[in-house]
Structure formats: C-alpha cells, structure tokens
C-alpha cells in the first residue's frame, strides 16, 4: 500500500467514526508512523509502506476511531512553540488557552523578575509557555493530580525549563506568596454540560480537569490574599461566564477588570488586579 492510498483509507476510516477532521488527523497519523511531517507525508506519495509501518497505523487509526484525542494518540501536543507530552493524565492543550498565556505576557511586560502561580497546572502547558516566553519569571505550577504532576515535570525536562511543579489542593487556598501574576484554566464545565461535550472530552479527559464545583470562585478568592500590591490574577472562563466571573473579581475588590475574547470571538478570559 502507498502512502496516497493510506492517507485515503485512513481519512475515511476517520470520516466514518465521527472524527472532526479525518483528512487532517490521517496526515498527522501517518507523519508520526513514517517520523516525518505532513508536508512530508504529501512528498512521498508513491512510496510503500513496510509490514511494520502498516501495522503500527493500524493500531493508532484504531485508537483515534475510538474517538481517543489525537493528542493522546500522538502521545504529544504542540502548544505555543512548545511540543509537550500529553496522555490520559492531563487536558489536551487548547488554542483558547494560549489566549490566557497572551494576556499573563503583556501583565508582565516590564517587570524584570516576576513571580508566577499557575493553578491547576496539568500538563504544564501555561506555566512552561510564561517561563519560556519571559525569560526572567520564576514560575511554579500546582495541582492537586500526581498524574498530572508527573506529566508537567516530564515536560519540564523535556523543554529544559526551570519551572517547580508542586501538589496543591486549590479549595485549601493557594500557596504563599506574595505572587505577581496568579493564572488558572481552572475545572469550570458545568455537571450538566458534561455528557453533551464531544466524545473526545467526555470519554476520556480526565474529570477532575473538568469539572469541580467553585474552583474559579475558589481560585479568585485564593488569589486576593497572595497577590503583591497590583499583582493580576487571569482567569479561562467557560463560554457564556465571563461576565458573572468579572462580577465576581469586582466584589472581591479587584481593579481594572477586563475580558479577552478568544480566538473564536468567546469571552474566554478574564482578569483583574489587586489593589
């Protein structure tokens, strides 16, 4: 078989399970088979594929078919420049998140060292993206998942950056500071909006990364008693709650409250500073 007839038989094999975009998830599949790109696997229409590579195909196309995130099956995720490992323990990092990175970045701008908490932490995506984009930040990142933790410290090894993964219940407050920046892509699906979210989703991202009732509320308040003097506290939202979350950083004293649309035109983040 050639890769021009895999790349067809695996986007229809896709196609026919339900995947979003099986052409797209097909090259990236094959790509990962044959260790090139997908690029790659367009220029080499015409060569045949081994035993082996077949087979090895056979088993991912399998997996994905099971509606396994593709993230999952790569056992990797591009994320900001950054290619991280991602598996069943940790959220398959999203476009919307690097919104959130994007607003902690220009928070930051000027200050030389900042310190920086990322709640909720997961793979690491976040905090890894701030240290490497900000040079200066000493960042640390918590959660309350060992998985998860396991996953983010292998990422920091991966990416050779300096950032320290410590386990931390957030509803037990957040760690002392006094912080600069805190940021969290908290648990904020709804329990009744879990069984209507992809298969994807549902059937395989972890819960706890999901969904936990008042983790915003309890990731904002934590902030206010560890942020410095004008420190910034930024917030991912979920689609439709931003402007009750605003509401919240405003009762709670913060200033200059202010919401970014992602890159689908949501009101995804949300941010305010200390007084």
Do not use: K
């Not at 607003?103 to 900042?114: E, N």
């Not at 500071?177 to 989703?201: C, F, I, K, Q, S």
């Not at 819960?207 to 934590?222: D, I, N, Q, S, Y």
């Not at 939202?237 to 509401?247: I, L, S």
């Amino acid at each position: 078989m050639t890769v021009r007839e895999a790349l067809a038989q695996v986007a229809e094999r896709l196609a026919a399970a339900g995947c979003e975009t099986p052409r797209v998830d097909a090259e990236l599949l094959l790509a990962h088979v044959l260790g090139t790109t997908r690029s790659g696997v367009l220029a080499e229409g015409e060569r045949l594929l081994d035993g082996a590579e077949e087979a090895e195909l056979d088993t991912l196309v399998g997996r994905r078919s099971a509606r396994e995130p593709l993230a999952y099956v790569l056992g990797e995720w591009g994320f900001r420049g950054l290619v991280l490992d991602v598996d069943a323990r940790v959220l398959v990092p999203r476009p919307e998140t690097e919104i959130v990175v994007e607003r902690c970045l220009a928070l930051l701008a000027g200050v030389a060292v900042p310190r920086v908490l990322d709640v909720g932490t997961g793979s690491g995506a976040i905090a890894l993206a701030i240290a490497d984009e900000h040079p200066g930040a000493h960042v640390t990142g918590v959660d309350v998942s060992r998985d998860a933790l396991e996953v983010a410290r292998a990422n920091a090894r991966r990416t050779g950056l300096a950032v320290e993964m410590l386990e931390h219940d957030l509803f037990a407050g957040l760690p002392e500071g006094p912080w600069t920046l805190v940021v969290a892509n908290p648990p904020y699906v709804r329990a009744g909006d879990l069984d209507g979210l992809r298969a994807e989703v549902r059937d395989w991202e972890p819960r706890v990364a999901l969904h936990a009732e008042g983790a915003t509320e309890a990731v904002a308040r934590g902030a206010a008693a560890v942020l410095e003097p004008g420190g910034a506290l930024v917030l991912e939202v979920a689609d439709g709650d931003a402007e009750r979350v605003a509401g919240l950083l405003g009762e709670l004293g913060y200033e200059d409250v202010a919401v970014t649309h992602d890159l689908a035109g949501r009101e995804r983040v949300v941010e305010g500073q200390r007084p």
